[in-house]
């Protein structure tokens, strides 16, 4: 699929990226290059690969799944800066 400068011109503008006209042609060729490449990776055949978490193996950690009350309202509210009747307290930003 070929991007042509006009398809250059509104991704650019999508993305906030503001791009001098004489370089959108240049900005298309490397966009149809990417989506090319991407094409090129779909004729890749990944039936029977199973998903990987990264290059290298390893185990996530697992961590015992139990419901408690959490009890710790004190602990987490003595780093506030500011706390009034168990709540954190922040300046009022609307006037």
Known sequence: ???????????????????????????????????????????????GVEPMTSVTPMNLKRRADEITDGDRQGDILANAPDAREGFFAVPKVVE
């Not at 042509?4 to 990226?17: E, K, N």
């Not at 004489?22 to 055949?45: G, I, N, T, W, Y």
């Open 1 to 47: 699929m070929a991007i042509d400068t006009d398809t250059a011109r509104r991704v650019a503008h999508l993305a906030r990226i503001r791009v001098e006209e004489e370089r959108l042609p240049a900005l298309a060729e490397e966009l149809s290059a990417v989506l090319a490449f991407m094409e090129q990776l779909s004729e890749v055949d990944t039936d």
